[in-house]
């Protein structure tokens, strides 16, 4: 009898124990069974989902900055997955991920990327990993205070972004009801809409709004240059301000830090200070006379004759992996960009007055190649090699 109880008792917990596991193990999934078998048949999504939620470090939080960004996973989970579906271009050659590669930095490492039918665009794709953080400069747009981006500032929000890209000819070439309709048509999307708006029921604002969202996600702030800024200034228990970015870091070379002050010195009035935004939003920076045919950036967006011939100003992260550089991709490498800093500025009519010596003559910066040397080491410091390799930004399908 006693055995007989013994053995009851142990199979008993043994039930328990077993329900405890199942317990646990439906805790943590977030798609339910035949829902994730329809995800898992194209994508490789864990069950678990993932944290879109983020960290700044903690200078920025001196600077006045907030600590935490909080992003909707469902959300952001729809976003990358349509962020990597060449299906969503007009002849199903091209995805986001096509212009935007995340081992460079989400760039591209040609001059002008090629889009749908084999177009060749008419300027370079600009780098989403090159910023600070998408969801803190557009979020502060209204206020005054936030970064628009395109080359031409054109872009307002995250989904007014996405949205130039799908309908731009020589990009993603698609119109927005053939867009929606591809969407529609697929089973997995209407499983991840349905866990990121409630219902299976695709709309195009909730596409772009998904696609937003994962942009808004993309930030890089995980850089040798952020680590070494946060030893400096580790604690902030509450709002410091800090006067001007620091001089040296402790866990910098020698080459780095001279680097580090010759890019405060001639660079950052323009590409700001501490490397989380740009200190203007768009300059003439010299490449033309102002003469003939070209590209009115900002100008020819806004239609300001004062902005003609301007660009949006870049912030620099992970600047040594998004050659080539400029609005046209003209310059191959970082020595390049330099050479033109250093003697090839051109006088164009609204050629930035921190590009002019006091004369109005083009300010020519005439950096040795053991500066050029220094400052390419300081540029390195910025690349975020987490960035890079992140799940969450990597691409879903099988």
Not at 46 to 54: I, S, T, V
Not at 151 to 159: E, F, G, I, L, V
Not at 269 to 286: I, T
Not at 326 to 337: Q, S
Request: proline share 4%; charged share 20%; net charge negative.
């Amino acid at each position: 009898m006693k055995k007989t109880l013994l053995i009851s008792s142990f199979i008993l917990s043994i039930i328990f124990l077993l329900s405890c596991e199942d317990n646990l193990i439906q805790k943590f999934q977030k798609y339910e069974n035949d829902d994730y078998i329809i995800l898992s048949q194209r994508l490789n999504i864990p069950n678990e989902g993932l944290n879109y939620d983020y960290e700044f470090p903690l200078y920025y939080r001196g600077l006045g900055g907030p600590s935490t960004s909080p992003v909707d996973a469902d959300l952001a989970t729809l976003g990358r997955v349509l962020f990597y579906d060449t299906d969503l271009s007009g002849d199903k050659t091209v995805s986001c991920a096509s212009c935007h590669d995340q081992s460079k930095a989400f760039s591209d490492d040609i001059a002008l990327s090629t889009g749908t039918a084999n177009r060749v665009g008419t300027r370079n794709s600009l780098a989403l990993g090159s910023v600070f953080s998408f969801q803190e400069y557009y979020s502060q747009l209204n206020s005054g205070g936030g970064v628009p981006f395109l080359w031409d500032n054109s872009a307002t929000s995250p989904q007014n972004q996405v949205s130039k890209a799908f309908t731009a000819v020589d990009e993603m070439g698609i119109e927005e009801d053939v867009l929606l309709e591809r969407v529609r048509e697929k089973a997995y999307y209407r499983v991840l809409y349905k866990y990121a708006f409630g219902t299976d029921q695709v709309q195009l604002e909730g596409i772009l709004d998904a696609l937003g969202t994962f942009v808004n996600s993309i930030g890089s702030f995980n850089s040798k240059y952020d680590h070494a800024f946060s030893e400096a200034y580790p604690s902030y228990p509450t709002v410091v301000s800090i006067p001007e970015a620091p001089r040296s870091f402790t866990s910098f070379s020698t080459y780095e830090n001279v680097g580090m002050n010759l890019y405060l010195d001639n660079c950052s009035s323009c590409h700001g200070q501490y490397m989380n935004r740009p200190a203007r939003l768009s300059e003439n920076n010299g490449l033309e006379l102002g003469q003939g045919e070209y590209d009115l950036g900002v100008g020819g967006a806004n239609g300001n004759s004062y902005e003609m011939g301007n660009f949006k100003v870049p912030t620099l992260r992970n600047v040594a992996l998004t050659a080539p550089y400029m609005h046209d991709g003209r310059f191959a490498t970082l020595d390049d960009v330099i050479d033109h800093y250093s003697h090839g500025i051109l006088n164009h009519p609204n050629l930035s007055h921190e590009l002019k010596n006091q004369d109005g003559t083009p300010k020519q910066f005439g950096f040795t190649e053991e500066e050029k040397s220094q400052l390419i080491a300081f540029l390195q410091t910025l690349t975020d090699p987490e960035l890079l390799v992140d799940e969450k930004y990597a691409d879903p399908f099988k």
